[in-house]
């Protein structure tokens, strides 16, 4: 493992070059899947600009790595050349206090639209010593566009029912039809990139999987795997199939839900209830497997923590074979309902045009026909392996969407079988136990149900992380939900959002550096 | 019989409780929810038990809490869920419960503008609240009663055509066969009416809020339930008179009247949880379709029963 050559390849450019050269890579096909800075201490602000490219499996990771000044950071946008870099600009620019230059929209996105405001009011203070918020009207008015026009602004959320997770749309409203949407991210702040910081790699694991409640054995995966990279552990066969059985079975889980909830959204309420009794042989499995019935706590550095011996795998293999005909039946069931799909034809288009110039990632993007799946662009655990396909749909609207889940739910199947079969046969072994890493960093993407996840974690030879950087699916994804939402009718707003199946938990939770805090000098990874 | 029409209220109040239980305990089993059964063993007792009251809990509750009324509000607000209880206790006078009924010659057209009286006043209470969901509500009801009312009364209408009698006493009879357009017309109404599932467009969970009622809390949204109990009973009442053989007295009329009643609801509950909501041009285009063409159907059969054979 370790004489393999490392996932990310690093280019180091002056400050200035970013542009160019972010315009030659996208040129020759990238795709930018991340920006994101990390306080170095004396060498300055370390900004990483991640790419990949789409069309060569397996895939290639680029980082353009650049530094800037600790005292007055200034760096150049490239969301003029692409609109990918748009939100994690405006990410960097609210927590690390980076000046983005000719940003088009640098607004908050997760600290307070009234953040300034806070700081810099001239208000005195009555009582200085009290710790209460001063709830008078600020001295100037939030800076945020959308209330000076002239329309209706239907407000969603931040507490909203089609909206079970807390953030805040709004959405200018002229006769029915959207003009405008906004998106209010940060009212489920963790810190949790901060909190793994100084945490042991075991912990860590634990922490990376309350990122999510859906996606939690992907996060765990996806640490786990940059970990093992820096530390070139091997990991065993049995150990790589369980993974991908695990991971298949959540994708099975979210996937089916997602799909009651799309019917929910629409007025069908029957259709979320027969999901979660469908889903529940699924969490029976994989509380055989781990003893949870949603965060497993399995996946541990260099393999599974608990062996799945063939007792286990008898119990997945009946349950699998009853979910084989439970699942077809039920979307038959969905889809032979017609006020149900043609509440979801035709709405919320995204062409394949627009999803590949916005960086689209998971279902949204191969239901617009783009073929982009880490599983088969970046194979990881088994998936290289195990018999299976990429779902692709042409449609590109919501019901598009809907369908590569549906058939995604009986490829996972398909791949479970085989998974259950392999580790049958296959002998246990010991997991090595990680006591110290080498300096160096990790890197490393996996498919969540959601679409494409990705960490970047640095190691400084102690025992906690340097720091970790990890981008959601949802982060890219919600980002063109606004765009889709633009033009539709209120009617379809939750349709398509449904659609998108965005994790804003997730989204919020990853956010999170603290711009006051600065990385101890002479610790850097690099 | 005629002289205790004044309990029509009452009755129409109790029953809607059974009936709104009704629908909830079929739509949950549809669902696959699963909740305790109506008679258990003594023993279970203590652990849950299905509660056939639980409908006038829920009022009760809402009864009991405080009531909040939005700054910008209007009277209206207060007026409206009251005028809307008026106009439903009125309108159940004039449907003949087991033959008990305020006999009026032009009972249908009264019963018609009550209950399209109840809907107008539910809607300005709404948009006088000043909230942008119920303002949105407000818009979506109005475009689904000017939709809808048409096939309703064309769907009325069609039997009074047929029994040349505008009092719905005299209209009774097992309409079912005689004229199944109509029927079908006054159901689909019905359910548009009392925003069964894949007409729910103005009180769309998802979409906004709860729309007309966002703003309500408190005893005037209690108001509101008691009407929407009594409105169920009125329309689905209508349905079992009008077209299901109800006699006009005796202890047989109570049984089919009853009967008649449960049927209608189970029909109700069924539509209300296999279908999902349509989009509001969706549903108008919809029930400007389907719903009209029968209706004219409807009339033109009965008009050919009535005076060319």
């Known amino acids: 493992m370790s004489e393999k050559k490392p996932s990310l390849e690093v280019t180091e450019i002056p400050a200035d070059k970013i542009s160019a050269e972010v315009s030659s890579l996208l040129n020759r096909g990238a795709r930018m899947l991340y920006a994101s800075g990390v306080d170095m201490g004396v060498p300055g602000i370390r900004i990483d600009y991640y790419f990949t490219f789409d069309a060569e499996i397996p895939g290639r990771n680029l980082a353009l790595r650049t530094f800037v000044n600790r005292k007055k950071p200034v760096i150049e946008s490239v969301t003029p050349i692409t609109t990918q870099a748009d939100w994690a600009e405006r990410e960097m620019i609210e927590f690390l206090g980076v000046e983005v230059k000719n940003h088009p929209d640098p607004r908050h996105l997760w600290l307070p639209l009234n953040w300034e405001d806070m700081h810099t009011s001239t208000r005195q203070q009555q009582d200085p010593r009290s710790e209460r918020i001063d709830t008078g009207p600020t001295a100037h008015p939030p800076h945020d566009n959308i209330f000076t026009k002239q329309l209706s602004v239907v407000p969603y959320g931040p507490y909203h029912p089609a909206l079970i997770e807390s953030n805040y749309l709004k959405m200018s409203v002229e006769d029915e039809i959207v003009r405008d949407a906004d998106l209010k991210l940060g009212f489920n702040h963790r810190s949790i990139i901060k909190l793994m910081e100084r945490r042991d790699y075991y912990k860590d694991l634990f922490l990376a999987e309350r990122i999510c409640g859906f996606c939690n054995v992907h996060h765990s995966l996806t640490f786990a795997q940059a970990v093992e990279e820096i530390g070139g552990i091997a990991i065993s066969k049995k150990a790589r199939y369980v993974r991908t059985l695990l991971g298949e079975m959540e994708r099975m889980k979210s996937h089916i839900l997602a799909i009651g909830l799309m019917g929910d959204l629409a007025g069908f309420r029957t259709m979320l209830m027969h999901a979660i009794r469908i889903r529940e042989d699924i969490l029976d499995s994989l509380e055989v497997m781990s003893g949870q019935r949603i965060s497993h706590g399995i996946i541990t550095l260099g393999g599974i923590r608990n062996d799945v011996t063939p007792v286990h795998t008898d119990v997945i293999l009946s349950k699998l074979q009853d979910l084989k005909k439970s699942v077809p039946e039920y979307f038959d069931q969905c889809l032979a309902n017609d006020v149900f799909t043609g509440r979801l034809r035709t709405i919320g288009v995204l062409t394949p045009d627009a999803a590949r110039e916005s960086g689209a990632v998971g279902p949204i993007a191969r239901g617009s026909g783009l073929n982009l799946d880490i599983r088969k662009n970046l194979p990881y655990a088994a998936y290289e392996d195990v018999d299976w396909d990429v779902v692709t749909e042409n449609g590109g609207d919501c019901f598009a969407r809907m369908q590569v889940r549906m058939r995604e739910v009986l490829m996972s199947l398909h791949i479970c079988e085989q998974c259950c079969d392999v580790i049958r046969s296959s002998p246990s072994e010991p997991v090595p136990l990680v006591h110290e890493l080498p300096c160096g960093e990790g890197f490393s993407r996996t498919e969540p149900p959601r679409g494409e996840l990705l960490y970047h974690v640095a190691s400084n030879g102690t025992n906690t992380p340097d720091f970790v950087r990890l981008r959601v699916p949802t982060f890219p994804n919600v980002r063109i939900m606004l765009n889709l939402i633009k033009g539709s009718t209120i009617g379809d707003v939750p349709v398509i959002i449904g659609s998108i199946d965005p994790c804003f938990s997730c989204t919020d939770r990853v956010t999170t550096v603290s711009p006051q805090k600065t990385v101890a000098p002479g610790s850097g990874g690099s | ?309």
């Open chain 2, 1 to 309: 019989m005629t002289g205790i029409f004044w309990v029509n209220p009452l009755i129409a109040f109790c029953t809607g409780i059974l009936l709104s239980f009704l629908l909830r305990k079929l739509t949950a089993r549809i669902q696959s929810r699963r909740g305790p059964l109506i008679s258990i063993p003594p023993a279970w007792r203590d652990i849950n038990r299905t509660k056939v009251f639980q409908p006038l809990y829920d009022i009760l509750k809402l009864f009991s809490k405080d009531t909040f009324i939005p700054e910008r509000s209007s009277p209206l607000f207060i007026v409206g869920p009251i005028m809307a209880l008026v106009c439903v206790a009125l309108a159940t006078l004039f449907v003949p419960i087991a033959g008990i009924s305020f006999d009026y010659s032009f009972g249908l057209v009264v019963l018609v503008y009550l209950l399209m009286g109840e809907i107008l006043c539910v809607i300005v209470g709404g948009i006088t609240s000043g909230s942008l969901f119920a303002v949105i509500g407000g818009v979506r009801e109005i475009e689904l009663m000017l939709t809808n009312e048409i096939p309703f009364i064309l769907g009325t209408f069609a039997l009074a055509i047929s029994y040349d009698s505008l009092s719905i006493r005299d209209m009774m009879g097992f309409n079912l066969l005689l004229n199944p357009f109509a029927a079908v017309v006054v159901f689909l109404s019905i359910l548009v009416k009392l925003h069964i599932k894949p007409f729910d467009i103005s009180d769309a969970e998802s979409e906004i809020v709860s729309g007309l009622t966002t703003e309500y809390s408190g005893k005037l949204l209690g108001l509101l339930e008691v009407t929407k109990l009594m409105l169920t009973f009125v329309l689905v009442a209508l349905f079992a008179d009008l077209f299901l053989w109800v006699p006009s007295s005796g202890f047989m009329a109570w049984v089919v009247f009853f009967a008649g009643v449960g049927v209608t609801t189970t029909m109700i509950a069924v539509v209300h949880s296999l279908f999902g909501r349509f989009r509001i041009d969706q549903a108008t285009r919809w029930l400007l379709k389907v719903p009209l063409a029968l209706s004219v159907i409807a009339v033109v059969w009965a008009a050919a029963g009535r005076y060319v054979l």
